[in-house]
């Protein structure tokens, strides 16, 4: 089958002409181009699909450019197939580009295409008709990408992404520390050692009673511990009710933290608890 299209662009031969060597504008300019990858610089290998009647075929095409004459002309060949339609093609594309008025420039195409397998039984008239309508569309890109000045949408970028777009959306989340607990007023947590706070300062019994219904502190002295890795959290040391603080005990594989808070400092440790347990720092 041979086909010979005309088209006249509102450019230049020497931009339609590097318009038509990039990879990029030409995958976004054929109609069911998926991609291009360039093995050298005469050579590529692409992607393609169509729908011709009832039959959706995928062509991985090799075109080689075999002779050029920059910009008035280029001669390219190339073959493709798809097994699971049990279809291949062989082609054979000759481009020209010549002046037009106004600065603009005459592109004709002659293309003479071999289709073999099951696509080949199909009547001329019905390739024909495909043919044209690729041209048409393909044509409708290539001076939209001339006239706009902006590349065609491509599978690798969408249209209107911008290079702020691309930063931030290549950003990754970076991995978060485990939380530091915050200083307690006038007394920081010390570690594996507790340190009650002063018989001369007074409790505070708001903060107790509300770590009470959270972790069953019970207030005759002694510890209740309810089942799991909560248990472990809360801790009271004997005597007087001005001597009572929190023992909190973190075990992370093979070592053990453990931390002394005021009772006065109460609402803090509940924070930094809900902190660590936020973050997912494993407990045993």
Known sequence: MDIEKTLTVAAPREQVWALLLDPQVMAGAVPGMQSIDVVSPTEYAA???QKIAFISARFRLRTRIVEQRAPEYLCA??????????SSLKQRTEVFLTPAAEGGTELRIRVSVDLLGRLGTFGLSVMK???DR????????LK???EAGAALPTAAEPQGTTLPDRQAASALPQAQPLPRPPQPPEKSPQLAQAKPPSASTPPTEAPVAAIDSHAGLQSGGTVARPGGWWSRFWHRTSGAAGSRSIRVEVRQRDRTVSVEWPVEAADQCREWLRELTASGTPLR
Do not use: I, P
């Open 47 to 49: 992607v393609m699909h």
């Open 77 to 86: 060949e190339g073959t493709g197939e798809d097994a699971s339609v049990a």
């Open 129 to 131: 008709t495909k043919a």
């Open 134 to 141: 690729l041209w048409d569309e393909f044509g409708a890109n």
């Open 144 to 146: 939209a990408r001339v």
